[in-house]
């Protein structure tokens, strides 16, 4: 066995540092697939929660009436309201704290499976502004970057070694582990308690007129 | 602090650290219960650490006479719990709730 020429090559090699180091990232490689594929079935098995309405705004609406923004369209906008009123289906795809990367990867995906009759975008005076966060909150976009080509091109706009990153299958679902457990609870779907995708806020505001910009203005 | 729009939104922060009459924060949102729960699994595991090295650690034999192929596999599941936990960029933020 010893004069085994096989095993002498592999006893040879596996004091090499470039050697150990490969069979180092086989392990990765190998890990990084069995773990990247079981977190994006339970990913992608989510039942409420911001993740799910994501993925249901860019996977699966056909609502005549979409509306995008951030948390104002999030909290205000009820679908059910403006399906009595307008009689047409209503999806709200409002996210908190998103700006306008998100909206516009969400109407190009939307785009790509069918026409929307009306969209209405919320949009804030931050909107406006070129902030960092914008482009670091692309990240929430980075689940369906394999298999929605549409949004690559704003999903890159994040840094320009996403594509490299994104060989990874682990990466895309980075910190994503609350959602997914919250996500697949039934806990979840009571607590947020979402109505095609609109999310409302069931407080008290106290003194709730001298909070209102529009009242204090006035004054 | 440093995200906070305005002098006096910082110093209404500080007010609200210092409040005592309200309730634990753990937030409402979603994504403000996703910072807190990795929040809470990295000083978890700080302060294991930190107490194991404090009480416990006279090195690590198993790890030291654990063979190559091994100490492989654990670098690999280390570097893979990095690329699920991490944070790379300001993708995780705290969204302001006061």
């Given amino acids: 066995m010893q004069n085994d020429p096989v095993h002498n090559i592999f006893n040879r090699l596996k004091s090499h540092l470039l050697f150990k180091l490969a069979v180092a990232?086989?392990?990765?490689?190998?890990?990084?697939?069995?773990?990247g594929s079981t977190i994006k079935n339970f990913?992608?098995?989510?039942?409420?929660?911001?993740?799910?309405?994501?993925?249901?705004?860019?996977?699966?609406?056909?609502?005549?009436?979409?509306?995008?923004?951030?948390?104002?369209?999030?909290?205000?906008?009820?679908?059910g309201v403006i399906e009595d009123k307008?009689?047409?289906?209503?999806?709200?795809?409002?996210?908190?704290?998103?700006?306008?990367?998100?909206?516009?990867?969400?109407?190009?995906?939307?785009l790509s499976r069918y026409k929307p009759e009306i969209v209405i975008l919320d949009l804030n005076t931050e909107d406006f502004r070129k902030?960092?966060?914008?482009?670091?909150?692309?990240?929430a976009l980075l689940p369906y970057y394999k298999d929605h080509p549409e949004i690559r091109e704003i999903?890159?706009?994040?840094?320009?070694?996403?594509?490299?990153?994104?060989?990874?299958?682990?990466?895309?679902?980075?910190?994503?582990l609350s959602y997914i457990i919250l996500g697949n609870t039934e806990y979840n779907r009571k607590r947020r308690n979402e109505i095609n995708g609109y999310v409302p806020f069931k407080k008290y505001i106290k003194n709730a007129r001298d909070q209102d910009p529009v009242y204090r203005n006035r004054k | 602090l440093i995200r906070s729009g305005s002098v006096a939104e910082a110093f209404k922060i500080i007010g609200k650290i210092f409040a005592f009459r309200s309730n634990i924060f753990f937030g409402d949102t979603s994504e403000v219960m996703n910072s807190m729960f990795h929040s809470v699994i990295a000083v978890f595991m700080?302060?294991?650490?930190?107490?194991?090295?404090?009480?416990?650690?006279?090195?690590?034999?198993?790890?030291?006479?654990?063979?190559?192929?091994?100490?492989?596999?654990?670098?690999?599941?280390?570097?893979?719990?990095?690329i699920f936990f991490g944070v790379f960029d300001g993708g995780q933020f705290i969204y302001f709730q006061y």
């Fill in chain 1, 25 to 35: 990232l086989v392990f990765l490689i190998c890990l990084d697939f069995l773990f």
């Fill in chain 1, 43 to 79: 990913y992608f098995r989510q039942t409420s929660g911001p993740e799910f309405v994501t993925t249901y705004s860019i996977e699966k609406t056909k609502a005549d009436f979409l509306i995008l923004g951030s948390s104002r369209a999030d909290h205000h906008y009820h679908p």
């Fill in chain 1, 86 to 110: 307008l009689k047409i289906s209503c999806h709200n795809a409002g996210r908190d704290g998103f700006d306008i990367f998100y909206h516009y990867a969400i109407l190009k995906a939307s």
């Fill in chain 1, 131 to 139: 902030l960092k966060d914008s482009y670091d909150r692309l990240s």
């Fill in chain 1, 155 to 176: 999903v890159d706009l994040k840094s320009r070694i996403e594509r490299i990153k994104m060989l990874s299958r682990i990466y895309p679902f980075n910190s994503t």
């Fill in chain 2, 46 to 82: 700080l302060l294991i650490a930190d107490i194991t090295k404090e009480y416990f650690y006279e090195g690590n034999p198993v790890f030291e006479k654990a063979g190559w192929i091994a100490k492989s596999v654990f670098y690999a599941m280390l570097i893979t719990v990095i």
